[in-house]
């Protein structure tokens, strides 16, 4: 066989081990979530194989700048050193390094075991059983072998695509061609042609679910909501999301039970993709709704920026509502019909054309009215919600000058004026829990017990609710080389305190996190449930409310939520 000639079946590359088992070793640390065997054997496969690449390309460079070197060694290799040395030698190396790598893998397994059942106490919950973890090596050789097996596809047939062009060009130039193009190719399939049918495919399944209705859900009777008698929006034109949420308000004897008082039906207005043909059509109709529920002579009016689906969270919104026996007015608007995750890659600017235009058009109206007239502006979004709802603004000040108060839940790391804000810390404040400017306007809380009293807290009130756990928070492409500053600081309470930085690893670790973070238990990952009453209390509480009502209210929400749940 010739030399250099790859085969899908052939030897391993002895750096390429060596790598291979180092990443293995480290993909086995722990990250913000507690990982189930299965997923901590994929991700051990993709940085398998990660390390592999890194492995063979480090090996193929050292061999290339000792080639002085092993000229000098001619001689002895006609006389046979050099043949006798590949033969043994390297059996010899791979030997030893494939017996120092199973049994650091396996002293790192035990240890890895160790660190994700020590994640979950934190979370509040079991540990699992440590013999389901044996299963990880296997999972992470499949994974490693399938992405080593269509690696050496694409080598082979770059090679076998040089073959041919040398035939008119220069060896070198051949290669250098057929390996770009190749890659070139493998991209477009990949990036262009394979990556354009599955979103069409999956724009039209999310299509599909946007046109249907859940179950339990009706046209609301209440001619204070979107969708229900009178309304300029119909019930049909709002989506999935946008129909659970108009039919989801409280009801007045509901919200009159809770406060012990007469209540106000709640003006809800929302208007979905089918409502309108563009975000600014879609504004300004929700805006002429908003008139004619008389939602301008509320006590408060809360402009909510939606998730990709167009979802708004139940508690945020039945929260104001209680608090103020719905003396309230929310209002907000579909953008997309896609998950946040698919949203935030192909429909980002849409996200921020949507939280602009919403903010803008209802402020608009807003401000024209009498000053001593107005209801309580705040804005609300949550995850990708969060992202659109802050675009809005250019800064702090505009913040205060144009709301009374604002809540971002759950932010992206992507999302400019967080990360402005978060960059900008006051001196000795931690990235997980920055102070702002002294908290003067924006305060970033990991739960509402970080956020003052309202009585020491003037004007407009801004917060960040971020856990040190939510993924969706801290994962950003510069984990792949860069070192964050929540891994170089004390670590949130929810996160280990041994977690550490490792390029490449700690990446592919943090986006499965993003995964599963719904999955976390309340109060860690990207569940806020619970967390969100407490913090309106914080930012816009009725006069007379207090801590008692606070915890009574996150009860109620609690029970509803369950309820929902089970039926």
């Known amino acids: 066989m010739r030399e ?12 390429g081990i060596l790598f291979a088992a180092i990443f293995f070793c480290l993909s086995l640390t722990p990250s913000l979530l507690p990982r189930s065997w299965p997923l901590q054997g994929i991700i051990a496969g993709v940085l398998t194989a990660t390390g592999y690449l890194a492995g063979v390309t480090a090996g193929a460079l050292a061999r290339r700048s000792a080639a002085p070197v092993v000229r000098r060694y001619a001689e002895a290799r006609r006389a046979g050193w050099r043949e006798g040395w590949r033969r043994t030698g390297r059996r010899r190396v791979r030997r030893l390094v494939a017996t120092f790598g199973c049994g650091l893998g396996a002293a790192s397994l035990v240890l890895g075991v160790r660190a994700q059942r020590a994640i979950y106490p934190l979370m509040g919950l079991r540990p699992p059983e440590r013999l389901g973890y044996l299963g990880v090596p296997f999972v992470a050789a499949a994974v490693f072998l399938l992405l080593l097996a269509a690696a050496r596809a694409l080598r082979i047939a770059a090679r076998a695509l040089g073959g041919v062009l040398g035939r008119w060009i220069p060896a070198t130039a ?6 770009l193009g190749v890659g070139v190719l493998a991209v477009l399939l990949t990036d262009g042609i394979l990556t354009e049918a599955l979103l069409r495919g999956a724009d039209t399944s999310f299509a599909a679910i946007n046109s249907e209705t859940a179950p ?7 001619a204070a909501v979107s969708g229900g008698p009178s309304s300029l929006v119909s019930f ?30 709640p003006v809800r207005v929302y208007a979905g993709l089918d409502s309108a043909a563009t975000a600014r059509e879609r504004a300004a109709l929700a805006v002429r709704e908003l008139d004619r529920t008389g939602a301008f002579r509320r006590a408060v009016l809360c402009v909510i920026t939606t998730t990709g689906t167009g979802w708004v969270d139940p508690q945020a919104a039945a929260a104001l509502e209680f608090m103020y026996g719905g003396d309230t007015a929310l209002v907000s608007m579909q953008y ?9 890659l192909v429909d980002r600017e849409r996200v921020t054309a949507a939280g602009r235009e919403l903010f803008g058009q209802v402020y608009a109206r807003w401000s024209r009215l009498p000053a001593g007239h107005r209801p309580r502006l705040l ?20 913040l205060r000058e144009r709301t009374d108060g604002a809540l971002f839940v759950g ?6 004026l967080w990360r402005r804000f978060v960059d900008g810390r006051d001196p000795g404040s931690r990235e997980v829990l920055p102070v702002y400017r002294d908290g003067e306007t924006v305060r970033f809380a990991n739960g509402p017990e970080d956020l003052p009293a309202p009585a020491s807290w003037d004007g407009s009130r801004v917060v960040y609710l971020q856990h040190p756990s939510d993924p969706i928070v801290w994962w950003t492409p510069r984990l792949v080389l860069g070192r964050p500053d ?36 309340p109060g860690h990952g990207h569940d806020y449930d619970g967390e969100v009453a407490a913090a309106w209390a914080r930012i816009a509480p009725p006069a007379g409310w207090d801590d008692a009502r606070t915890t009574a209210l996150t009860t109620l929400l609690s029970r509803s939520e369950a309820g929902s749940a089970g039926q």
């Open 216 to 222: 339990g859900t009706s046209r609301p009777r209440s």
């Open 411 to 416: 932010p992206p790391d992507s999302s400019p």
């Open 236 to 265: 049909a034109s709002l989506g999935l999301e946008g129909r659970a949420f108009v039919a989801g308000a409280p009801t007045v004897g509901e919200l009159s039970g809770f406060t012990g008082r007469p209540a106000l039906p």
């Open 4 to 15: 250099g000639r790859v085969r899908l079946g052939g030897a391993l590359d002895t750096a």
């Open 174 to 179: 051949a290669r250098l061609a057929a390996t």
């Open 336 to 344: 997309s019909y896609l998950p946040s995750w698919l949203s935030f």
């Open 486 to 521: 929540w891994l170089e600081e004390r670590r949130g309470d929810d996160v280990l305190p041994w977690i550490r930085w490792y390029p490449f690893v700690t990446f592919w670790q943090v986006t499965a996190d993003l995964v599963f973070s719904l999955d976390a238990p």
């Open 379 to 398: 804005v609300f979004g949550e995850s990708l919600g969060a992202f659109g709802a802050e675009s809005a603004f250019r800064d702090d000040r505009d």
